[in-house]
């Protein structure tokens, strides 16, 4: 489900909800998740370690910093995900854009929040699927330390290419533009919540409130 409150908060909405902008919200929600649903990929990788040198078996991926460092360190595997709304949400925010530019802005944060919502769906099927596991946070290459050059690995050892039709720009973004890849650590162990802030939030380069000097509390 869209959480049109996450979809404000990306607005830079704080406080009360005036009843005119959350219908409007609400509407533009509805429109969107009536024509596009989030697809995802993930697969589940063994972690290696030397040293403090972290690696995920059979796809030359190594995740260097404090972040992965952090989040792993009680973890045997990990988990990559992407999630896309695909380019058909591309396609639709374009029009919009040609008709109603206070519109397209409603649709755009309903886009990140719906996007983190497959995200969600992901964790609730890996959840289901490996009973007794316990997940870390889920991060991204881009947020910490974990730089955006391990992007297109992570891509590539999804298979994101030809399976979701996502690709990474020389920029090292993604294309289409409402997509997400995370990583997420498995352990026989609970882990605790640890990702707090802006710094790991996957709308931390277009919010609204960031720019704006604030933060939404997560």
Known sequence: MLNVEEALRYLGVRGPVPD?????????????????????????FPLLREGERLSLSGTGIVLPGRTAGTLLAQCDQAVLLACTLGSGFDAMLRAEQARDMARAVLLDACGSAWVESGC????????????????????????????????????????????LGLSVTESLLLNPAKSVTAVIGL?????????????YCSMRESCTLRKGGNHCGS
């Open 20 to 44: 005119g902008l959350r219908g409007q919200a609400e509407d533009v929600a509805a429109q969107l998740t009536a024509r596009i649903t989030p697809k995802f990929v993930y697969r589940v």
């Open 120 to 163: 969600d769906a992901a964790e609730a099927q890996l959840q289901r699927r490996l009973p007794g596991r316990y997940r870390t946070d889920r991060f991204s290459p881009g947020y910490g330390d974990l730089p955006l050059q391990v992007q297109p690995q992570v891509c590539a050892a999804l298979d994101a290419g030809r399976r």
């Open 187 to 199: 352990s026989d162990t609970p882990q605790r919540a640890r990702i707090r802030g802006c710094a």
